[in-house]
């Protein structure tokens, strides 16, 4: 695919080096109970039901899917699930936005360092989240991350991981003026479910250990690369940016 100039707003006046899409939950940040809990007062309010979310495995699941895995386990119909969902959403996003100000989540090792290096070599650096997006930017608000994010595909755009990366990427060239070549974006995350996502969307992953899936577990699904955490500034940035570097060299 080329790199055809489009109508839309340059950023900048500066052409994007690079785009990266970021997972929230396991890779920037950790320990956002409220989110569950969120999702608890929302089964209980919409669809009269007592559940929480760790009655399945919901790990790199879209808030969308995690609805209707929970739901279906504890006996909803699907129809009912589909018709209440718009409305299950909204009472996720009030009930978060009432407790998260309390969160003693944490940013992960060598985030923010990794954020700042990345926008100073005028990289664009976006989300793509299981998350509702009013819940992703609380999140990242509380944590002071919010800034570095333009863009993004969020749990509440679609059910698909890998259509919230096709959503990311063209909200990214409306807003850099510039199509985005599959070699110069890359998503990072931190479960199979960001892998699997990435190949259907023919982007590069990068995985990391951070999360609930050890390095060696991951290296199953056959990441392009693999990072024990986000520590690694100048290794991470090196693939990136593409210097010259040898990825079978490669060993963080």
Do not use: W
Request: net charge positive; hydrophobic share 40%.
């Amino acid at each position: 695919m080329g790199e055809s100039k489009l109508p839309e707003k340059s950023r900048g006046g500066k052409k994007v080096k690079a785009l990266v899409l970021f997972d929230v939950d396991g890779t920037l940040t950790q320990d956002f109970y409220e989110h569950a809990q969120a999702f608890s007062d929302a089964f209980r309010q919409v669809y009269r039901v007592d559940a929480d979310i760790d009655c399945i495995n919901h790990h790199g699941m879209t808030d969308q899917k995690i609805i209707t895995g929970v739901l279906k386990k504890n006996g909803v119909p699907l129809e009912e699930i589909n018709a209440k969902m718009s409305q299950c959403m909204k009472v996720m996003v009030r009930s978060f936005k009432k407790i998260v100000s309390r969160s003693h989540a944490r940013v992960l090792p060598g985030v923010r360092k990794l954020l700042k290096k990345l926008k100073q070599k005028n990289v664009m650096m976006g989300l793509v989240t299981g998350n509702l997006e009013p819940i992703a930017r609380d999140k990242l608000r509380k944590l002071r991350l919010n800034q570095y994010f333009e863009i993004g595909g969020f749990g509440s755009d679609d059910a698909s991981r890998a259509n919230l990366i096709r959503m990311a990427r063209k909200r990214a060239a409306n807003l850099s003026g510039y199509e985005i070549t599959d070699s110069q974006i890359y998503l990072v995350g931190d479960t199979p479910q960001d892998i699997s996502a990435a190949k259907e969307a023919a982007v590069k992953v990068l995985a990391v250990a951070t999360g609930n899936y050890a390095r060696e577990e991951l290296q199953k699904f056959n990441p392009d690369y693999v990072f024990t955490d986000l520590v690694g500034t100048d290794k991470i940035l090196k693939v990136i940016l593409r210097t010259t570097f040898r990825p079978d060299k490669f060993s963080p």
